[in-house]
């Protein structure tokens, strides 16, 4: 008989690269708040138990299969994971559904997205829904559901049209400004063709130099919003379908979503706390120097990681001084802001030289012993060494002057959902109105 209802948790969780044990371990302890929700099914994102890794892993994750499958023999929930997953000698990005203490599934991304995942991965042959307690789910991977965009095959019309009632698109979709609408369109449109619910499920965290933002969500057939869950935030819900006379229904929680701006803050404190957590850091020393990219830098620092693991520290050359501007961005967030003169330095590497240096040989000189300084003070702690908006990703490159200011006023009003430091103007108003502006600012 078929089922009239189905509860799905779904798992928007941040995985670690290569920590195969750590990842299961947040397999099982969603697994268990599913079983406490009464769930059916709990879903894991793309590649989630690899933690995005394909190189040299797939063995060690494939004994982790075998181990989380063996334990849905307790009648608990399935369990449907990303993993990499070798078959026949290939390599795939995979979706693995256990269930009664057995892999009872396996399913190949289809649409590779880029040159790097056709390198590593072998596209899968076109597949049906997997059948879970009765319910036949449609299962897509990443870039499978936008077939406009890479030229591929139609994934979600073929588990249509091969008798799916509900589609699954398991995703590691890195944050881009704006990637939300383009997420939220390519889903529509899916929904539109199949007129079938889909779920979307996305990763959270910062991996090297990506951030994923999470912002998972469900359509209904009729395309109203089911489930909305938040962005950069861990998320274990679970949802409740009811089959109607128009197939499958959920109302769920929506949460709002930031975006702009804010957003782009919020990637930036997640990927640089990953960064330090991940590489066994034990915080960031960071160069503070009075202007808005120093002090927006300290703030992202401190709302990532806590004022204790943020060591502020001013270079002082044979011809500056510490400025009051600088000292107070530190004090305003909690970091005790140090000094540390360089002229010896300088000099020492001067007299090396022997012979006078031009004005922009001593200007490249003072950059170099800045570097070197900070670096060697990182290292001696192990510290991650932080010049202006570095060390969170790419995502805090390329950043114009226009863009520095808007995110510092931001950061003056408004800070995001687990940020660490103070609230409130944390960013001294006089370095925001000094800032250069770009061209089309005037």
Request: aromatic residues 4%; negative net charge.
């Amino acid at each position: 008989m078929a089922a009239d209802s189905f509860k799905i948790t779904l798992a928007q969780l941040n995985p670690t690269a290569g920590d195969i044990a750590g990842n299961a371990a947040k397999v099982r302890e969603a697994r268990a708040k599913a079983a406490t929700d009464g769930a059916d099914l709990v879903v894991l994102p793309e590649l989630f138990l690899s933690g995005g890794l394909a190189y040299d892993v797939e063995p060690l994750c494939r004994a982790a299969i075998e181990a989380l499958a063996h334990e849905t023999a307790d009648s608990g929930p399935a369990v449907l994971i990303g993993t990499p997953w070798a078959d026949d000698g290939k390599l795939h990005d995979a979706m693995a559904l256990l269930d009664a203490g057995r892999i009872a599934a396996t399913r190949f991304k289809i649409n590779l997205a880029d040159g790097h995942q056709q390198r590593l991965f072998t596209r899968g042959p076109a597949a049906g829904p997997v059948s879970v307690r009765g319910v036949r789910i449609g299962i897509a991977i990443g870039e499978d559901i936008w077939p406009e965009a890479l030229g591929g095959e139609n994934v979600v019309e073929t588990l249509a049209e091969t008798g799916a009632e509900l589609i699954l698109v398991a995703a590691a979709a890195r944050y881009v400004l704006g990637e939300g609408d383009r997420r939220l369109s390519a889903a529509v449109a899916r929904v539109t063709e199949s007129d079938l619910p889909l779920i979307w499920l996305n990763l959270t965290g910062g991996q090297g130099d990506d951030v994923f933002d999470g912002a998972s969500f469900a359509l209904n057939a009729d395309l109203s919003m089911a489930v909305q869950l938040p962005a950069f935030v861990d998320d274990v819900s679970t949802l409740a379908w009811r089959r109607g006379n128009d197939g499958w229904q959920c109302r769920g929680p929506v949460s709002p979503l930031i975006d702009g701006e804010e957003a782009d803050y919020a990637a930036r404190v997640l990927g640089l706390r990953d960064r330090v957590a991940k590489g066994g850091l034990t915080g960031v020393v960071l160069e503070l120097t009075a202007d808005v990219e120093a002090a927006l830098s300290l703030a992202i620092a401190v709302d990532a990681l806590g004022p204790a693991q943020v060591r502020a520290v001013m270079l002082s050359g044979p011809d500056t001084q510490a400025p009051d501007e600088a000292i107070a961005a530190a004090t305003r967030l909690g970091v005790a802001a140090e000094v540390v003169p360089i002229a010896a330095a300088v000099a020492g590497f001067e007299n090396i030289l022997a012979g006078p240096l031009s004005h922009s040989a001593h200007d490249d000189l003072l950059t170099s012993v800045r570097a070197t300084l900070l670096k060697a003070m990182a290292s001696l702690s192990g510290a991650l060494a932080c010049r202006p908006l570095q060390g969170s990703g790419r995502q805090t490159c390329d950043v114009t002057s226009g863009e520095l200011i808007r995110l510092a006023a931001l950061r003056n009003r408004w800070k995001p959902v687990g940020a660490l430091g103070a609230s409130g103007e944390v960013i001294p108003p006089d370095l925001i109105d000094r800032a250069p502006r770009d061209a089309d600012q005037g």
